[in-house]
Structure formats: structure tokens, C-alpha cells
């Protein structure tokens, strides 16, 4: 599935962390907003990964997964072309 992440992060090393590990899941489309194709199984592992970086008092974070329909309507002026599901996958 088609997954947008956000964050908002006030320390440094905190946000060059989830950046970095964001990095590996998806493609990074603005500073911090990624585009990500992930299973739920990859969802859930990538989330208990943010989780130690996340001060829950003064940052956020934002998963939001969008449907194959919903992904289909994206617009966009601009940019990176969008994430879309690779025909293939390495493991």
C-alpha cells in the first residue's frame, strides 16, 4: 500500500535518525514528508523502528496510507515524479 509520512521533530539528532531510517523505506518528496510503498507487516516493523526517536511532548509523526484509488488521483506540479509500486521487489 501507498503510505505518505510526516514528521515534525525538534531535535537535530532525533530528526537526522528518522530521517535516515526513513531513507530505507521509502523516497523523500520534501524535507520532511517521504512517499513509501509498504506491506503492514513493513508498516508496523518501520514504526517500532521510529518509536525510540519520537519524544511523544514535542514531536509528531503521521502515517497515512492511501488506497490504490486514492493514489491514483495524486496531482502534482512539480517535483520528484510520484512513488508508485515497483514492478518487483528485492529482498
Known amino acids: 500500500m501507498f503510505y505518505a509520512i ?3 521533530i525538534r ?7 528518522v530521517s535516515k531510517i526513513l531513507e ?3 523516497q523523500r518528496v520534501q524535507r520532511s514528508l517521504f512517499e513509501c510503498n509498504l506491506t503492514s507487516d ?3 516493523k518501520l514504526l517500532e523502528e ?4 519520537i519524544d511523544t511532548d514535542e514531536d509528531s ?3 497515512y496510507p ?4 486514492c493514489s491514483s488521483n495524486i496531482k502534482q506540479l512539480g517535483g520528484l515524479p510520484i512513488t508508485r509500486d515497483p514492478s518487483y ?3
Request: proline share 3%; charged share 25%; hydrophobic share 25%.
Open 89 to 91: 521487489y528485492i529482498a
Open 6 to 8: 510526516s514528521y515534525d
Open 61 to 63: 509523526l503521521r502515517c
Open 50 to 53: 521510529l518509536e525510540p526517536f
Open 66 to 69: 492511501l488506497c490504490n484509488a
Open 42 to 44: 513493513q508498516v508496523q
Open 11 to 17: 531535535d537535530d539528532d532525533r530528526r537526522n535518525s
Open 24 to 26: 530505507g523505506y521509502g
